[in-house]
Nanobody, 122 residues
Framework: QVQLVESGGGLVQAGGSLTLSCAASGRTFSNYAMGWFRQAPGKEREFVAAISRTSTSTNYADSVKGRFTISRDNAKNTMYLQMKSVKLEDTAVYYC???????????????WGQGTQVTVSS
């Protein structure tokens, strides 16, 4: 199994930027597609972005397209989510996840991190 640990969450003003990191350990990071999800209070967890094993493909939820950028550094076993022009509705706990393929990580990831809180203030 691969272990995932998110970091980089915090408080950010609307319109600002924040970058989240997801550090992986335990298995070969480059074997897995990776994704970001989020869960706002009182809502179900939702897909945010995904990236293939070699970064050749990325997918984004419509709500973050053009504002968020997913990336990964296989040499550092780390995935990132660069968040720009954040909105109040981006407030949520953000989770990273691993999957067999970019399609599978979007719908049925097999491993989750513990989450990191992002709070956007007005």
């Amino acid at each position: 199994q691969v272990q995932l640990v998110e970091s980089g969450g915090g408080l950010v003003q609307a319109g600002g930027s924040l970058t989240l990191s997801c550090a992986a350990s335990g298995r070969t990071f480059s074997n897995y597609a990776m994704g970001w999800f989020r869960q706002a209070p009182g809502k179900e967890r939702e897909f945010v972005a995904a990236i293939s094993r070699t970064s050749t493909s990325t997918n984004y939820a419509d709500s973050v397209k053009g504002r968020f950028t997913i990336s990964r550094d296989n040499a550092k076993n780390t995935m990132y989510l660069q968040m720009k022009s954040v909105k109040l509705e981006d407030t949520a706990v953000y989770y990273c996840a691993a999957g067999v393929t970019i399609a599978r990580v979007t719908t049925t990831p097999f491993q989750w991190g513990q989450g990191t809180q992002v709070t956007v203030s007005s």
